[in-house]
């Protein structure tokens, strides 16, 4: 099987023939053509979506796939080190290529590489490519129309492996964490980009384009704290910065991934904002006095004034109401 974004072949053992007839490429999973299907039809539709956000030239090639590879063994990988790369996908436990989620996952390791050739070195920056490849993999589920709590929902998650988390357990907190695995934390960094993406303030196409933009500034050795300020850069450059507080949500306390803004820091956005801390604050745009006032959830009014940098918030749930000089009210609300 051949097309201008893969071809199917048979480099790897175990030795099993590429399917030529179409007429067998609608058996069920228990074929060998199952899997050859698999990998052309999800590669071809993700690159279809990276060529819809405008980063077709990511991968400019027809990279090579061997559905049934790696002598059977359990696992799966991508090898940038032929010419083209290469994704292997083993046979055992679950085969590998019946699940989108690991044929989407190692195609985010050629996404990474064909962005930044040759950076993957140091564990958080390893960390991050395993967190790429479970963010594409959700994604392309969300895009579906398929949204869970975990990666891998066929191949892991049973007697054979337990997948990984796409969400954040509560606790972990980056200022504290010890890697001893390029796996151990990976949940810390999918679980900050999927809520970016999935935030309502976000379009979660333009959160791709910013996270595939990010790619082009990675370098080896980085930290996650590195590459999360990359993003912030990253979406300076496709919209002028105006996720700059969504990101920081995502990505800041209790993450803690990105360190915690000061409001000493000069941040230009074009609509008033909340940003959530340590001292939680509404951000205004700059050169412009607003009114205000906070109510909380009952109507009580809890403080009103003017300002022309930021308005400290109290806790709690809150309602806000921010009006300029020309009399447009901005109403936000403090979950």
Request: charged content about 20%.
């Given at each position: 099987v051949c097309s201008s974004d893969l071809e199917v072949i048979d480099f790897d053992s175990p030795n099993i023939s590429i399917s030529q007839n179409p007429s067998q490429w609608l058996s069920g999973r228990t074929s060998d053509e199952f899997e050859q299907v698999m990998v052309a039809y999800h590669i071809t539709e993700q690159n279809k979506y990276l060529e819809a956000l405008g980063y077709d030239s990511i991968l400019n090639y027809a990279i090579h796939v061997d559905p049934q590879a790696l002598n059977g063994q359990d696992n799966s990988m991508f090898n940038w080190g032929t010419t083209p790369p290469r994704l292997f996908f083993g046979e055992g436990g679950v085969d590998d290529a019946e699940d989108a989620d690991v044929i989407i996952h190692e195609l985010g390791h050629a996404i990474s590489h064909g962005a930044a050739p040759g950076t993957t070195i140091g564990t958080e920056r390893r960390t991050f490519d395993e967190a790429l490849g479970d963010y594409f993999a959700e994604r392309y589920g969300r895009l579906l129309g398929v949204t869970s709590s975990r990666i891998f929902d066929w191949d892991g998650n049973n007697t054979f492996w337990n997948g990984r988390s796409a969400i954040y357990d509560g606790s972990k907190n980056y200022n504290n964490l010890t890697f001893l695995s390029i796996y151990q934390h990976t949940d810390l960094m999918v679980s900050a980009m999927l809520e970016f993406s999935a935030s309502s303030n976000v379009n979660d196409s333009t959160a791709d384009k910013i996270v595939l933009e990010c790619l082009y500034q990675l370098m080896s050795y980085e930290s996650l704290r590195d590459i999360a300020e990359n993003m912030i850069s990253a979406d300076s450059l496709i919209t002028g910065g105006s996720n700059f507080t969504e990101i920081h949500n995502a990505f800041g306390a209790p993450k803690n991934i990105l360190a915690p803004l000061t409001l000493d820091e000069k941040i230009d956005v074009s609509t008033p904002k909340i940003y959530y801390g340590k001292q939680s604050y509404v951000l205004l745009p700059k050169n412009n006095s607003y009114t205000f006032k906070i109510y909380n959830l009952n109507g009580q009014i809890l403080d009103s004034?003017?300002?022309?940098?930021?308005?400290?918030?109290?806790?709690?749930?809150?309602?806000?109401?921010?009006a300029d000089e020309q009399g447009n009210i901005t109403v936000l609300k403090k979950l």
């Amino acid at each position: 099987v051949c097309s201008s974004d893969l071809e199917v072949i048979d480099f790897d053992s175990p030795n099993i023939s590429i399917s030529q007839n179409p007429s067998q490429w609608l058996s069920g999973r228990t074929s060998d053509e199952f899997e050859q299907v698999m990998v052309a039809y999800h590669i071809t539709e993700q690159n279809k979506y990276l060529e819809a956000l405008g980063y077709d030239s990511i991968l400019n090639y027809a990279i090579h796939v061997d559905p049934q590879a790696l002598n059977g063994q359990d696992n799966s990988m991508f090898n940038w080190g032929t010419t083209p790369p290469r994704l292997f996908f083993g046979e055992g436990g679950v085969d590998d290529a019946e699940d989108a989620d690991v044929i989407i996952h190692e195609l985010g390791h050629a996404i990474s590489h064909g962005a930044a050739p040759g950076t993957t070195i140091g564990t958080e920056r390893r960390t991050f490519d395993e967190a790429l490849g479970d963010y594409f993999a959700e994604r392309y589920g969300r895009l579906l129309g398929v949204t869970s709590s975990r990666i891998f929902d066929w191949d892991g998650n049973n007697t054979f492996w337990n997948g990984r988390s796409a969400i954040y357990d509560g606790s972990k907190n980056y200022n504290n964490l010890t890697f001893l695995s390029i796996y151990q934390h990976t949940d810390l960094m999918v679980s900050a980009m999927l809520e970016f993406s999935a935030s309502s303030n976000v379009n979660d196409s333009t959160a791709d384009k910013i996270v595939l933009e990010c790619l082009y500034q990675l370098m080896s050795y980085e930290s996650l704290r590195d590459i999360a300020e990359n993003m912030i850069s990253a979406d300076s450059l496709i919209t002028g910065g105006s996720n700059f507080t969504e990101i920081h949500n995502a990505f800041g306390a209790p993450k803690n991934i990105l360190a915690p803004l000061t409001l000493d820091e000069k941040i230009d956005v074009s609509t008033p904002k909340i940003y959530y801390g340590k001292q939680s604050y509404v951000l205004l745009p700059k050169n412009n006095s607003y009114t205000f006032k906070i109510y909380n959830l009952n109507g009580q009014i809890l403080d009103s004034g003017t300002s022309m940098d930021h308005i400290l918030l109290p806790g709690g749930q809150l309602i806000v109401h921010v009006a300029d000089e020309q009399g447009n009210i901005t109403v936000l609300k403090k979950l």
